[in-house]
């Protein structure tokens, strides 16, 4: 796939064998310098923001973003963001800090732990292209959290745990394929649940939040663990409750017993190892390798899978305020739905929909050992913190930052980008380098079937946000909101 300027994508190696062959791919950056090259510059720490600069930075930024729950989102606080624009807000405030501060990164002169955040787009793409060494994946604040359901899971594991952990998620998700090697029984499971849902849609009138993701969750843990966990609740009550407590990171103690009793149901359904799903493609390939705990890479991908639900539900709100857009998508859809295949402009829907509205707004890394900078060092142990959405939504550099622009991830061209953005800006919506999320093409090609199966029958008129503009889209829309008005075609 062609980067959004039309050039050749970044690399996204991976430490594995198997390469990871992006669909939303970054244009090559600018090289930077590398963290093993002796510094060139100054020899002393790179600069550190003022006191009240801090100040805004925490109230506007860390603050919203935290509450509004890192690990499983507080419905009541995106709404909350939603209805103040709260995002739109933390994105003036970090374009404020970089015209006065310049490309950075900064230091925060905050109370015990060491942070850094990054304010250039050259630094995004090392930062993320140079890990897990010198900037590891497993940082302090995300073991705090991921630890709570998946403590050797592969986003909080280093070294050679990490490297075999990645090469095993890689080969059961298939990250280099558009089209997964189970598509046959992944697309039919979630065409299944789709038509439910669109079904049960037209019925009452209305398309909501709780009909939508009660399908949805069906649907992925059926991929995930087979057609025996379809309404199994229990477990996802619980897992649900400990990606709640994991919003917390470490500041609170893991809840054991409710960990053990969803590790304990994994177990069942990995030895169960129903055909045509993710437990038993793993079950077939770990050995009995310890270092990869293979019961624990089951919580990370059932975890990812709830986000790309939310990103599925807004790119369907953002075809229903585009009717160009929402006819060239019809207009792509096949006859037989029901072979899989890469639907590209619904995909580049899910992608604009994740970049306009990032599911993990805050990329962390750590510096495992001190690394030069062209303004200074950063000491070894200092969090690393990327703000996805000043990159994506930075209206002084990119020209489509709030417009839906589906262009940037089909190849097709568009006038969208102002200055060398087509060549150097950091567009994440998955992450990029090693540490790219392995499950992202599954996910799109899930979630562009679910949206596929919901519009093959129906029509969906948005209700709310009933002012959404493709042309000037708002800093948060709460997935949790949004509503249709639903009827057959």
């Excluded at 849609?201 to 069906?218: C, K």
């Excluded at 539900?313 to 899989?340: F, K, N, S």
Aim: proline share 8%.
């Amino acid at each position: 796939m062609s980067s959004p300027s039309g050039t050749a994508p970044r690399d996204r190696s991976t430490e594995s064998t198997a390469s990871t062959a992006s669909t939303a791919s970054a244009a090559s950056a600018p090289s930077a310098p590398s963290a093993e090259s002796p510094a060139s510059g100054p020899t002393g720490p790179v600069p550190r923001l003022g006191l009240a600069d801090t100040a805004r930075l925490a109230a506007r930024v860390l603050a919203p973003t935290v509450a509004q729950g890192a690990i499983a989102r507080r419905p009541r606080v995106v709404g909350l963001a939603e209805r103040l624009d709260l995002d739109a807000r933390a994105v003036a405030t970090v374009q404020d800090l970089h015209r006065r501060y310049g490309d950075g990164p900064v230091r925060l002169p905050l109370p015990v732990r060491r942070f850094a955040f990054v304010l250039s787009p050259r630094d995004v793409h090392r930062v993320l292209g140079e890990s897990p060494e010198p900037f590891a994946l497993a940082n302090r604040e995300k073991q705090g959290a991921l630890g709570q359901f998946q403590p050797h899971g592969v986003l909080v594991s280093h070294g050679r745990e990490r490297a075999q952990r990645r090469a095993v998620n890689e080969s059961v998700l298939d990250t280099p394929n558009p089209v997964h090697r189970l598509a046959g029984d992944v697309v039919a499971r979630v065409r299944e649940e789709a038509r439910g849902v669109a079904e049960e849609a037209a019925r009452s009138g209305h398309l909501d939040w709780a009909t939508y993701s009660t399908g949805w969750r069906r649907a992925f843990r059926r991929v995930v663990l087979g057609d025996a966990a379809r309404d199994d609740e229990d477990l996802q009550g619980d897992l649900d409750a400990l990606r709640y407590r994991a919003n917390w990171s470490y500041l609170l103690p893991r809840s054991r017993t409710r960990r053990d009793r969803v590790r304990r149901r994994l177990e069942q359904y990995l030895e169960r190892a129903e055909p045509g799903s993710l437990a038993g493609l793993l079950a077939q390939t770990v050995g009995g390798d310890s270092l990869v705990d293979p019961v624990d890479q089951i919580p990370q991908w059932l975890f990812a899978f709830d986000p790309a639900g939310m990103a599925g539900i807004r790119a369907l709100a953002l075809l229903a305020a585009d009717a160009d857009e929402l006819a060239r998508v019809r207009g792509e859809m096949p006859a037989d739905l029901d072979t899989p295949q890469e639907l590209r402009r619904l995909r580049a829907a899910v992608l604009e929909s994740v970049r306009l509205w990032p599911t993990t707004p805050m990329i962390l890394r750590e510096t495992t050992r001190d690394v030069a900078w062209p303004t200074g060092r950063l000491a070894a142990d200092t969090a690393v913190l990327v703000y996805a959405p000043f990159f994506h939504r930075d209206d002084e550099a990119l020209a489509v930052a709030h417009r839906f622009t589906p262009e940037l991830w089909t190849g097709e061209g568009h006038d969208g980008t102002a200055g060398d953005a087509a060549t150097d800006w950091p567009l994440v919506p998955f992450s990029e380098g090693p540490g790219v999320c392995p499950g992202q093409n599954l996910v799109l090609l899930t979630t562009s079937t679910f949206l596929a199966t919901l519009l093959e029958h129906h029509d969906h008129a948005l209700e709310h946000p009933a002012s959404l503009d493709p042309d000037r889209v708002p800093g948060v829309v709460s997935p949790f909101r949004v509503r249709f008005r639903t009827s057959p075609r």
